[in-house]
Structures are given as structure tokens and as C-alpha cells.
């Protein structure tokens, strides 16, 4: 029998201080931690339920942005009234993620840390080697099927890709991560995973996720996210892209641009190359396309995954095109 | 009205005329039960003092266990028992399906001889399900591997056995594909693809003295009885297994299985009941599914189009120590005339599992193939593609040169054309667009056999007005407690809700394998035989028996309807319960089976019940037998991403009979949803050099979702068919699946110009220019 204690949080300073302890979880949603548990992955030894914290499930969206607390439930910020005004990349991010009854149940600071599909990672029992399991142990995925894996991002040790849609309009839009009062821009959460590849975020023992910001701009209320998958509903991307943008008065000539990229990376991937290619040029289809291909510089295919090289950038052309009313 | 529906006597409600309760569409009877939750599976029986086993697999493809420590794994916190190639109990060898002996030797459940990844090695029992999952980690095995055959396409493999008995051969194909004017050469590929029913395999056992219960789903419960009988050298009658529903088998819960022999061991070793639930990943090797096939297909025609020549070259996966065949020429030497084909098929040994049947093993690769085929030509041609296979309709069985008992396959293609709005379609490919999307409509035909074996049923009529319908068939959602609840309504002349229908218990009245789609007709036959001779004996007491009110009426004047007995023209009437009482009779009862009458002793019994020997070709009489269809269906390819979403499906069939149009129709759409999963999404991943399914959960081997399903349209062409079964069905469960894959890659070449020939049809095998 796997022992673990279980405490239910008082308090978020209640939950820091059981989250210190050595081999320490938080349980949320659950959606992660009983999958990777069942597993093997995930051994907790001390789960700290943290779902009946008071104050943490608020969404507000006020003039300076979206605030969105860190047990707020997927299903709710995506079917949010001002959410699908304001950002609508985010609430169609979520509602293209998982399933209906894993978003019912999944929360916004859950998603954050949910952990890759990679099939070597979640199989301990028939792949020892996984540096991101067991730092050192090698890297069962090369050499192995690698359909689903990263092309950017990756590093000798890891090529396990990122697996969220949230994550990706998060970047593209500069949200904040809120670890109580210490503030971390969520590209920076997220951590390329080099040779420490079992270090996926950037969050201490004893800290714990309050909520996700999102300042407000012209571009996150004119954006969209656009997943590609074989299957309809229930997939992780093929490749998807986080996309906004802001014209000036004439209506053509680009004054700002978002695009991140998810389903291809290591971490979701904002693509500032694109971004500068575009800003101040006009939206037409051609030069979209073309600034596109600038998120692949740096790719590097496994075989399986190559497919990923081409697709991404007609992902992040059409979603542009489309936010543009251009497609 | 067509002419061709003014003609048409389908043989259920839409005929109109009596309230036929057979061919209405009532809704499933066991289906309130399901939805509430009370309806209770095999593994949720839960015995006093029941302890859980967890089976461990092997991490290597090939080789052998040098040695298994279990005492980590023996101290754990509530461990009873680890089994192991050490310490397994060596069970008698059985007698396959085939009615072959399957060895002279012991069956082991575990050995040390490894020879695909995820074989079972060893099981943990213990007090709780979470400490005999623990405790399985703590197996510590060594592991000497060999070099192993991951895949038919590792050249190490080779070229196979070939398989010479199954070879089909007319005319010279050769050289007249050779000589042909038009040729077309394409090789066709399915891969490994697994029946993933969502109610998992398990079962638990117990042993009461030298009696066995097993509560296990099954589609074929006197099979798996006698299974297990085998492996302890028991009777038959020691062993019950009850299995009152099934969540789903598709071909793979027909058998005892390793898992079966592992938790009635332990039940024994331990002497108290043990449960095992097969986990997800592990019933991707626990069974089973179709293998990966590939077909080499030459077709040679005139410049007309007409075929004169089909090569076939064929292949599957097997396993290195066992045999699975999955019959690639069962469509190719059936759907269409041609003076010359050849047709011939090698099984590749490699390290996995031994490959088990799915849902239409053998129809539905070998449709695959040759409709694929068709439409190629098609297209070399010129020909629309229902006009080629128009062109080239067989008007009887090309094989077995027997006249078709009935083959509404002209009417099928008729039908659905007319539905689809075929007529309407330019034949060019990427002629149509909407945006982003390339829009393609294609066709393919599809077929299954109509297999006959023998059935048997009791039925009592109760005294207090209920009927009672009892046979070891199951239900696995296709409606048999429904149709057979029907068929005795209609053969007494009761409310179909007075009757009462049990399933799925080896101490009921025997029955032959659910599968192959042969239930529905043989249980229905032996339903209403049984249901008839009971309505007679009612007859012949109500007019016999001194205290009857009939006393004087002649027995063919006396009609039964809703459950009372009318005398002609109107005399005094009574219920059939009413009638009982006053006979002082609590029940009629009578068991009737369909077995030949020179041949239904007990042995004969066991042999149709527990073998496939009585199996009825369906080329055996003097007409070849088949249901069939026809598969219009409209896809969207995005352009630039290369993802296929089917957008309309219209299909036309020909099972004949149907006993109800709503459960039928529900079966084929059914077989059509799972075709566009097994078109679009199925595929078994296996690591190249571990062996190991890596997509072994239902997050990563994707089968289609709601959201990838449009509408369809389902039409039934069939009439009733006396020569393919008692009440006139052919087959339902099967067909359905069969020419899915098709219609959906030529409709994938409609719209994009591309041909795939390997499923499934992923994105980024459309991605390239």
C-alpha cells in the first residue's frame, strides 16, 4: 500500500506551510495528480487538498485586465461573459482543452502545472530512462515514437512537449502567475527544460498558485485560438496558436500582434520573431504567411514529428488571417 | 414511392397491418436499468471476503525470466499470494473453438519464455486492490532478452507462412493482369488496431467444493464455460459464468483468457473469491485485436472498365506463438465478377500478442483493400464510381457459383445515391471547396456473411399472465433481450412488457457465440419455435381440458392476442392467466432447440454450443448468403492543415429482415461510427525496440468522439430472407463497419487528389504538396 497523509488547507498560508514539507502535493481539481498517481509517476507523500480555500475560484475582469483565481474551475472562465469578451483566446483555449467532465473538474492554477503527455514520461514501469522523472536516467522518447513531441525548445535531455492550450494565450497575452505576493510573468513560469528537464516551472516548495492576471489590451479582445488535432474534441494539438491583434484606424496596417504557439514546444512558445515581422507592416495574406515561417527557426524534428515543422505556421497564418477577417 | 420501395416487403412495422410486436421499433428493454445505474456488470459482484488480484506484465518483447524475486512483493502490507512462473498452477489444455485440441501439454498461464511485451508474467493477490497494485511494483525480475520481431515491416521478419488452404483461385489471373489493357497496382495497409470496449475485461471467481461461479462478461458463455471446465478436468455443469451484460466486446470477450485461468487459480489456491479487473494499458495486451494487414492488389480491366483480371497478395501480423488468420480475400473473391483472380495470404509471425477478432475479422480489411481498389480504377477509367461497380456486379457468387439467396445490393447503391444526391457529384477531384475546406464524396460497398448455427430457448407462461423468455445468449447491446422479448410477444400473442428475458447465465438453456453476427437470427428461430409450441400447448389444454371454457372449439379456431384467448365470432374471451388458474396450471413450460433432428443429441448440444464445427457456412445449401451495403460519404479536408472531418454519411443495407428497425439501425451506425474512428484515428503505436504499445490508454489511442460524428443516415434495402435465417434476418452487428474506411479515403482522393492507402488517414499524410 502507498501511504500518503492527506490534510485539507485552512488557509493559503496553511497550505505553504503543508506544501513545505518534503515529498509535499496540492491536490486541486485532481486531474494531474490522480492520473500521474495511477500511473506511478506522481507518489506524493503528503497531498495537501487545497479545494476548499475560500476566495481563491474568483473571476474578475476589470478595465486593467482579467483576474482569475487559482481554483477557478476550466468550464467556468471559459463560459465567462466578459472572458470571451475581453480575451477571447483564453476562453476558446479552454473550451478546446481536455474534456467536459475534465474541465468541470480541472482548475486555472491546476492547468498551469499539469504535467507532459509524453508516453515515456507516464510509463515508469516499462521506460526507466526519463530525465524528467529521474534526472540523469536518459531519455527513453528518442529513438522511440515521437509523433506527438517537441521541435522547439528541445534540449539533449528532454524533447517532452508542453501540453497545454491555456498556457499558450497566457503567454501570448503577458499574464502574471501570482505565488501570493511574489509575481512571475508566465513566460518565465515556464521553464525550457535544458539539462534539468524534471524542473517544469518555476515555483518553490511552499508556494502556492493564488491566481493568473491578464492585462487587458486591444490585441487579447481581437484574438483567437486556433488548436489542429486529427480528432475533434478531446486531443492534445497537433499544433494550435494563441493570436491577437490590433490594427491602426486604417483598418491594414498592424500596430500590435500576439502569437504564441502550443502542441510544438517544450513550454508554450511565445513567437516574438513573428511578432516583430509584423509589427507595422499590413495584414495581407501573403506577408502573414511568410512571417509565419519565423516561428520554426530553431526547429529541429524527431523524426515522427516533422510534420509539426510544416503545420505550425499555416496554424499561426490562418489564425491570424482569421482574427484579421482575413480567413 | 420508388418502384422499388412499392415492391418492398421488409417484414417489419412499416409494412403496416397487424401490431406486429417483431419488427416494431421498441426502445431497449434493459435500457431504463443501464441508465440508473441497477443494471449490474460481472465485476461488480462483490462476494464476502473477496480479495483482488493485479497481473504484472513483461517489459521485454522477447526472451526469458532468469529469475523472479517476489518476496518484497510477499511482505508487502496485505499480500495473500504472488504467482509467478515459479509457482503457477499448470491447468489441463482445453479444446479450441475450432474443436481442436489446443495441446498435449499443461496450460501455463505464466511462463518464463517472454514473447511480446505487456505477456503476463506474475499476479499480486491481497486484501485490498491498492495493496496488490503496490505490491506488483515491487516484483523484482531479471530479465535475459533476445533479439525480437517488432514488426511485419522489421526486415527480420520476412515474407511469412504462407497460408496455401486459404488460397482462392479462378482462371489464370496472372496472365490475364498481365495482358489486361488497364492495370492498377496498389498495395493497401491497416494497422494494429485494438477493440477497447469501455467496459474493461476482469472477472471474479469463486470456488464453492469443486463448483466454479465466475461473474465475467462474455459473448459466448458455453464456450468459456467449458474453458474453464477444461483447465480444472471438470464437467461442464461445475462451472456457471454469469454475465447478465456486457459493456462491449467487439470480438474480444468470446474467450477464457489468461487473466481468467490467473483469477480462478488463485480463488482456488486462496479458497475464497478473487477479483481481477484488467487495467487499460494491460488489455492492449491482455487480447488481442485485429492485426496489421497489408494487401498487394492488381486489378486488370478493359478500357470499359470491365475487370478481367484481381491479383491479391496478402498479409498479416501474427504472433510467434500463436496463429491468427484475418481472412483478406473475403470481399475481394465476392463482390465483384471478374473470369480471373488470384488470391493468396502469408502470416508474418512477430513478437506480440496473438492477435483476436474485431469487429468484422477479415470483411473488413479485405473491403479495405479491393474498394479502394475500385475507385482507383474508376478513375483510370473515366467511370463514375457506382457505375464501375454497376459495371462489374456479380449476379451470383463469384466463388462458390451459387445464386445469392437475396443481394439488394442494385437497391442499395440505388437508394443511397438517390439520398446522397450522387447524381449531383463532379467526378474531379478538389472540384469542390467551401473556404478553407476541400470537399470530396465518396463510395464504397461493404459485406458480411450470414453464418447459421443452431440455438436453443425455454419459455414459460406464467399463471399470473407473465411469459418468461431463458437462454445463456447475451446481450451486449445489441438488443437481444429486447428482440427475443419481441419474438415471444409475437409467437404467444402477449404484451411484449408481460415477458420477462434472461441472458447471459450458463445454467440457462445453451447458445452458440455472439458473434459473427449470428445471434438475432438463431435466437430469435429458437425463440419463437419454443414460443409457438408453448401458444400450442396453451391451445391444446384450453380446448382439452374439462375445466376449460373452450372446451368444445377446434384448436385452429381459437386466437390468442394481448395476452387473451378469443373463441371465433365473438364468444366469451380470457386472458391467458385467467385461463391458467382455472386449469390449476402455475406455468406452461417448454424448451425447443433448432438442431437438425437427426443430430441433437447432448453431444451434438455441446458441439454447437461450445464449438464453431456447426457452424453453417454461409455458401452451405444451394445459395450463397450475405448482407451488404453501401457507404455514401462527404468529407472536409482542411487545405492547409490536412485534418479530415467527415461531414455526411448516407448508407444503405441489406440485412434483410429486421426483427427491430430501431436496434438494427443503431448497430449499423454503430459499425459506421467505429469505421470512422478505424478511417481517421485508430492506431495501435508500438515502441520499435521495447515492443510496448505506447498509446495504451483511451487519452492516446483515440477512437472517434461525438464531435466527430455528423448525422447519418442509415436506409434499409433488405426484404426478408427465409433462406438466410428462420424469420428472414441476415447479418446486422458486423456489417455495418464494412467499406467505412473506404468510402472515406475515396472520398479523401475526391477532395484532395490524394490517394492514402494506409490507415488511418492522419493530417500529416495529407500535410505534404
Known sequence: MRDFTYARAASVEDARRLAQQSGAMLLAGGTTLLDLAKCGVARPDHVVDITHLKGLDAIEVTREGAHLGALAKMSHVADDKAIRAEFPAVSEALWQAASAQLRNMATIGGNLMQRTRCAYFRDPNSFAACNKRQPGSGCAARGGITRNHAVLGTSSSCIATNPGDLAVALVAFDAIVHLGDRKVPVDDFFLLPGATPDREQAIEPGEVITAVSIPASAAARRSTYLKVRDRQSYEFAAASAAVGLDLEADGRTIRDIRVALGGVATKPWRAHAVEKALKGKTLEPETVMRASLLAMEGAIAQGDNHYKIDLAPRVIARAILKVGGLA | ???????????????????SALGSRLSRIDGPAKIKGQARYGLEHHPANMAYAVIVQSTIPSGHIRAIDSKPAEAAPGVLLVITPDNVMPLKPITTWTGAPSSDKPYLALTREINFTGQHVAAVIAETFEQASEAAGLLRIDYEEKESIPSYDDPKSGAGNPLDAMAVAWGDAGRAFAEAPVRIEQTYRTPREYNVPIEPHGLVAEWQGDMLTVWEPSQWVNFMIHNYAEWYGLPDEKVRLISPYVGGGFGSKAFALGHGAIATMAAKMLNRPVKLAVTRPQTFTAFGGRPATRQTLSLGATKEGNLLSIVQKGANETSVDGVWVEPLASVTALMYATPNLSARQNIVPVNTVTPCALRAPGENPSAWGIECAIDELSYEVGIDPVAIRLLNYAEEDPHAKKPWSTRRLREAYEEGAKAFGWAKRNPKPRSMRDGHHLIGWGVAAGTYPVRRTAGEALVRIFADGRAEVASSGIDMGQGTYTILAQTAAEAIGMPVEQIEVKLGDSALPGAPVAGGSQLANLMTGAVHKAATAARDELIGLAINDPKSPFRELQANTLSIADGVISPPRGGESMSIAE??????????????????????????????????????????????????????????????????????????????????????????????????????????????????????????????????????????VGVPDFHASALGGKAVGELGIVGVAPAIANAVYHATGKRIRELPITLEKLLGD
Open chain 2, 579 to 716: 385461463l391458467l388458474r382455472r386449469l390449476g396450471r402455475d406455468k406452461i413450460e417448454v424448451q425447443r432447440d433448432t438442431l437438425p433432428e437427426n443430430a441433437n443429441s447432448a453431444a451434438d448440444k455441446l458441439a454447437t454450443y461450445n464449438t464453431i464445427t456447426r457452424m453453417r457456412s454461409p455458401t452451405d445449401g444451394d445459395y450463397s448468403l450475405h448482407a451488404w451495403c453501401v457507404h455514401f460519404i462527404e468529407v472536409r479536408v482542411d487545405e492547409d492543415f490536412g485534418t479530415v472531418r467527415v461531414s455526411r454519411v448516407v448508407s444503405a443495407l441489406d440485412s434483410g429482415r429486421l426483427y427491430n428497425p430501431k436496434l438494427a439501425e443503431s448497430q449499423w451506425k454503430g459499425g459506421i461510427i467505429m469505421g470512422i474512428g478505424q478511417a481517421l484515428l485508430e492506431e495501435g503505436l508500438v515502441d520499435p525496440r521495447q515492443g510496448r504499445v505506447i498509446n495504451n490508454n483511451l487519452g492516446d489511442y483515440l477512437i472517434a468522439t461525438n464531435a466527430d460524428i455528423p448525422d447519418i443516415e442509415v436506409i434499409s
Open chain 2, 1 to 19: 414511392m420508388t418502384p422499388v420501395a412499392a415492391k418492398m416487403k421488409r417484414g417489419d412495422s412499416t409494412d403496416g397491418g397487424a401490431a
